[in-house]
């Protein structure tokens, strides 16, 4: 890339903590050229917007202590991903000033022994406190200072290093050394952890092999070689060998299996697959060898779109998060405005001392010390963004794709869903629900009963309709297979559609004729009763298609869409996460809208709605209800999609449109509707999980305020106030990453590829 590229994005190493990201995008805005900048804390990247030399960022970067990742050192993030992390002392190793920081532990050691705990008073205790101070605070007191030259702000390092001059200068040379080393192994511990909540993160681009296995055929004979990803052109044939996670998208032309699609869509049962069947990168094989014609290149696989939108999601703030960067913003002088107020005004006002006039006795410039190090916007800062970035993950392990923390944050607030019908709460594909002969007694002959008369009509159908691609067709033709019909009539021969009316051939010699109700009505004829029972499937939603032989009626095939087996749970789980409606949205007729929406119990249904319709509808429900969801998987549900508070696509995986994915805040990567339950409660939690954060980082300090103003808090208890909240809220984020159970899309699984 140019080095004057209008955009382009570097990967910062050295951060403990989300104030440094803010300290870096900072710096870097106050270039010229520079447009826009915006660093995400949690996946380490810079993005630069504006006519600036990349080697101009690079050098403001590592001015203020960090630095970047050299692009042609950057190692695939796949690799990156794969890398274990160190325990936490060997962590401390790795970098410079943390090494000093395990130095300063050690040096800080007597005087935390002999004169904290034993009031000894030495001068060897007092050099070895200033040299602890020395050692592990010269990187702060280093980046302290350029944030003061470069960035003209007063970050946390800058009250760190005026807290521990301030406590040098009163001759607490102990505490000064302990405030250093415990806020410089604190803001260690935060980066280890750090560190490991973006390891849980990255782990998602696990989930696919970096290598195949390609089939090389040379006439008669075959070879297998072992590839990198990115060598497999579109056409080339990969094995899956049992038990191996598929490398690439494709389509299987040899071989049956069961395969987990788990890590792509978030369903826990095997899906059965057989030629003919798309498989996903990062799925596993289960017990049969499978030959895969690559159908995506490498970077376009559904994995790897996945993992795109999980790290755009990342860069998209939530509200609440940047609410909380804004007035990190302003707090930080405030801070150091009031600590000054707070060392002045009562030895000013009221005689207070100034000076500790006693060991024992604190004066108010140590009370204002104090007061510095303890309203440190540490926790406060980074309580928001870890517990977003979490929350996001663990979408993206159950296969639901959010994108962004402002998603998230209008998911957990939303009042009602929409559902589209056809292909949303129903499979979108007819599908045989009855049967009915002309010699059958009883009024309808389910497809699960065993009448031999009733077979014999769906084999003759299925003989005409078998190499139709009509939606009717693959429906009598899934039903004849799944009864074991396909070889009772030879195909027909002489097939002729009648364009509005139906279908004919012959079979075996006899002229078959399968056609609509009105056809049979002016052509064939047939029973009163048969009659009157597909009228009354057609006005209940239902497809009627008739059958005969020879101008004689056979028997009726009724097909219909059907509901999805997971809609009806679905609707029960949303119900109880007590929304206020939940409502179906569609563009068929009202008969068929009701049966749906009786089947699966939705509270409302409005019918026979074009697209703009729907779009005031869902307009209409956000003038009621408030904010809302609508889901669909159309293209004309778009619209729909774009004007809903959340708008939520349907089977990224499955055949939902692009145009539907594209559109959508939310991605159900599955056609499993229990995803969205589980999406809603996931971001209640971590709004939830947010809000007890920034409570929490706010009492803590409170406290301790107090504590300090009275006199009571110490310096070194104040900076263990603060590290300790920190962690505190990191950790309690990083809960989110297993919400739902311990991913079942990356762990328990194996992974020879």
């Not at 004057?4 to 903590?17: N, P, Q, R, Y």
């Not at 002392?89 to 943390?98: G, K």
């Not at 801070?335 to 004066?363: D, R, S, Y």
């Not at 074991?484 to 012959?506: H, K, S």
Request: net charge neutral.
């Amino acid at each position: 890339m140019p080095d004057t590229a209008k955009e382009f994005v570097l990967t910062i190493t050295g951060m403990d903590c989300a104030s440094c990201a803010r300290s870096i995008e900072q710096g870097v805005a106050q270039l010229d050229g520079v447009q826009a900048c915006e660093l995400n804390f949690t996946t380490e990247r810079l993005r630069v917007q504006g006519a600036i030399a990349q080697t101009a960022v690079i050098e403001r970067i590592r001015n203020l202590g960090y630095d970047i990742v050299e692009p042609a050192k950057h190692a695939p993030q796949e690799q990156a991903a794969a890398t274990p992390i160190p325990n936490f002392v060997a962590f401390l190793w790795q970098r410079p000033e943390t090494r000093l920081a395990l130095f300063g532990v050690l040096l800080i050691l007597p005087g935390l022994i002999f004169h904290e705990l034993f009031q000894w008073q030495a001068w060897w205790i007092d050099l070895f406190a200033l040299s602890a101070l020395l050692v592990a605070g010269m990187p702060i007191a280093r980046s302290a200072w350029k944030a003061l030259t470069i960035n003209r702000e007063l970050n946390i390092n800058v009250l760190m290093t005026i807290a521990a001059a301030g406590a040098v200068i009163i001759g607490a040379y102990t505490e000064a050394g302990m405030v250093m080393v415990l806020f410089a192994i604190g803001e260690a511990l935060e980066g280890y952890t750090s560190t490991r909540a973006r390891h849980a993160i990255r782990s998602l681009m696990e989930v696919a092999p970096n290598t195949a296995t390609r089939i090389e055929r040379h006439g008669d004979h075959s070879q297998e070689t072992r590839v990198p990803v990115e060598s497999l052109a579109i056409g080339d044939t990969i094995m899956a060998k049992p038990g191996e996670r598929i490398a690439m998208d494709g389509v299987i032309r040899a071989g049956v299996s069961s395969v987990n699609q788990a890590p792509i869509t978030g369903e826990s049962r095997l899906i059965e697959k057989e030629p003919g069947m798309a498989v996903f990168a990062g799925s596993v094989n289960g017990e049969g060898s499978l030959e895969i014609e690559i159908t995506h290149h490498a970077s376009d696989t559904t994995i790897s779109r996945m993992i795109r939108l999980v790290e755009e999601a990342q860069e998209r703030r939530a509200p609440v998060q940047r609410s909380v960067d804004q007035f990190a913003k302003y707090y930080t002088p405030g801070v150091v405005a009031l600590a000054i107020l707070v060392a002045l005004i009562p030895p000013l006002v009221f005689g207070q001392p100034f000076w500790n006039p006693t060991p024992e006795v604190h004066g108010w410039l140590y009370r204002a010390l104090a007061l510095l190090v303890v309203a440190c916007p540490c926790a406060l800062v980074i309580s928001t963004p870890v517990s977003m970035i979490s929350a996001l993950s663990a979408a993206a392990r159950h296969g639901v794709l959010i994108k962004g923390g402002a998603y998230l944050e209008a998911l957990s607030r939303i009042q009602a869903v929409a559902f589209d019908k056809t292909g949303t709460l129903t499979s979108g594909k007819p599908t045989v629900v009855a049967i009915r002969a002309a010699t059958c007694v009883e009024p309808i002959q389910t497809t699960r009963g065993n009448c031999e008369a009733c077979n014999d009509v769906l084999a003759l159908a299925y003989a005409v309709e078998r190499r139709s691609e009509h939606p009717v067709a693959h429906a009598i033709s899934t039903a004849s297979t799944e009864r074991g019909l396909e070889q009772r009539y030879p195909a027909a021969q002489e097939v002729t559609a009648l364009v509005g009316r139906g279908v004919n051939g012959r079979v075996n010699g006899q002229a078959i004729l399968i056609g609509s109700h009105r056809h049979f009505d002016a052509a064939i004829p047939h029973s009163p009763i048969h009659c009157a029972s597909a009228l009354q499937e057609a006005s209940q939603g239902y497809t009627p298609v008739l059958v005969s032989t020879d101008g004689t009626y056979l028997g009726t095939i009724t097909v219909a869409d059907t509901v999805r087996e997971t809609s009806r749970e679905a609707v029960r789980q949303l119900k109880s996460l007590g929304l206020k409606a939940i409502v179906m949205l569609t563009g068929d007729t009202q008969q068929t809208a009701e049966r749906i929406a009786a089947d699966v119990g939705v509270t409302d249904v409005q019918a026979e709605l074009l697209p703009e319709h729907k779009v005031a509808a869902v307009t209409a429900l956000q003038q009621r209800y408030g904010p809302i969801a609508m889901v669909g998987d159309g293209i004309n549900d778009t619209p729909a999609l774009a004007t809903a508070s959340v708008g939520i696509a349907i089977g990224g995986a499955h055949g939902g449109s692009n145009q539907a994915m594209e559109t959508a805040d939310v991605t159900l990567m599955s056609a499993d509707l229990r995803q969205l339950p589980l999406a809603i409660r996931l971001s209640r939690a971590a709004m939830r999980t947010v809000s007890t954060n920034i409570a929490f980082s706010i009492g803590i300090k409170l406290v301790f305020l107090v504590l300090v103003l009275l006199g009571t808090g110490t310096l070194w208890m104040a900076v263990l106030a603060d590290v300790g909240a920190s962690l505190l809220v990191t950790l309690n984020g990083m809960r989110l990453l297993g919400y739902g159970g311990s991913s079942r899309h990356l762990s328990g699984m194996s992974n020879k590829g």
